[in-house]
């Protein structure tokens, strides 16, 4: 799926590049998806973002590791400004690192050796993929501590969170009901972050108000509406992770599953998007909710390198790997505003439309 400005609109005139420079910044939002260690990726697409003084952040949604994303991004500009915000998300990954040092997720002698950053070889990681098939993760007694609770209680005052400019919506999927539930600051809190990243096969469901939840995939990811409803910005910049094309079909065992996790991970989103290319095509004649829909504006940033890792590289916390993805993040990030910074507020610079193609 390319990311690319609408071609029958053609580039801005000089004098609306004028025009748009001379005024405030832009008012935008952020959609972050979920995708274990690959969020590193979002890291470094946010700390570009964060670079640029021509856009104001308004709200973000955000799932599983794109929730943590969201959440110590927004304090970290409470308490400290941009720079403040870039180095909270740098001590939240490095954090996240030095817990997995002895994490029995480790990439086999082979794959180091080839330079592979999966754990496709790695003996656990097999053990650990076959046996979450076959038994609960309920049959080991009570849940153990996550250590990521430990890193987001140290780095996020969730108090002070409940209050601050940023909005945020943190999308988990309730157990019982299937229906994904989105949580905004004043509830936030370590257990609802850590809900938007549990994965049923993986860890015990987390409860929160009696309700247990998991992973927020399964029901958004991100969640679209609440960006429309609750916000006054336009214009939605999507942070992809999982892909929603391949070229080719996958063949072995590994891919297909990799490949079903996307699909299903990416269906609530797909759904909303073409809602807006939908209510797009009949904006003029739509009012209230409809015309909302339909005024938004989306743009995409993502990169190829992310399609070519295996879904077992998601369990890969290496620092190395951590900052490779977020050093990818900063050039998506940086070609995505060389390209496309004069239509943020003027037109969607990601096709949706397309994904209307073949319904």
């Given amino acids: 799926m390319s990311a690319e400005v609408e071609a029958s609109k053609g580039p801005l005139a000089a004098s609306e590049r004028k025009e748009r420079s001379s005024k405030e910044p832009l008012l935008v939002d952020l959609a972050l998806q979920g995708g274990g260690s690959h969020g590193a990726f979002t890291w470094g697409v946010l700390d570009r973002l964060l670079e640029e003084e021509g856009f104001s952040l308004e709200a973000i949604s955000g799932t599983s590791a794109g929730a943590m994303n ?10 400290g400004g941009r720079e403040g915000a870039r180095n909270a998300l740098h001590s939240f990954w490095r954090r996240v690192a030095d817990a997995a040092t002895f994490s029995p997720f480790q990439r086999s002698p082979v794959d180091r050796i080839m330079g592979r950053w999966s754990l496709d070889y790695s003996p656990t990681y097999i053990a650990t993929d076959l046996i979450a098939r076959l038994v609960s993760p309920y049959a080991f007694g009570a849940s153990g501590s996550n250590p990521l609770r430990d890193i987001l209680t140290d780095l996020v005052d969730f108090e002070r969170l409940s209050s601050g ?39 015990q469901a987390v409860y929160i108000d009696g309700e247990p939840y998991w992973d927020g995939g399964y029901s958004g990811n991100p969640t679209i509406a609440p960006l429309v409803r609750e916000c006054d910005s336009h214009d939605t910049l999507l942070v992809q992770i999982n892909p929603i094309f391949r070229a080719e079909a996958p063949v072995t065992a590994q891919e297909i599953n990799n490949r ?13 998007l073409k809602m807006i290319a939908l209510l797009r095509r009949v904006a003029d004649q739509a009012d209230g909710e409809g015309r909302q829909w339909g005024q938004m504006r989306v743009h995409l940033i993502r990169s190829d390198l992310l399609g070519t890792l295996g879904a077992s590289s998601k369990l890969n916390a290496e620092w190395d790997f951590l900052t490779l993805l977020r050093d990818e993040g900063r050039r998506a990030a940086d070609e995505f505003i060389k390209a496309h910074r004069d239509d943020v507020g003027v037109r969607s610079t990601f096709d949706i439309d397309s994904l209307l193609e073949g319904n």
């Fill in 70 to 79: 969201a959440a110590v991004l927004a304090f970290g500009l409470l308490v």
């Fill in 165 to 203: 400019r940023i909005k945020l919506f943190i999308t988990c999927t309730n157990v019982r009901t299937g229906r994904g539930r989105v949580f905004r600051n004043p509830e936030i809190s370590a257990d609802v972050l850590l809900a938007s990243a549990c994965l049923p096969t993986m860890f």
């Fill in 260 to 272: 079903l996790n996307e699909v299903s991970f990416n269906a609530t989103l797909l759904k909303e």
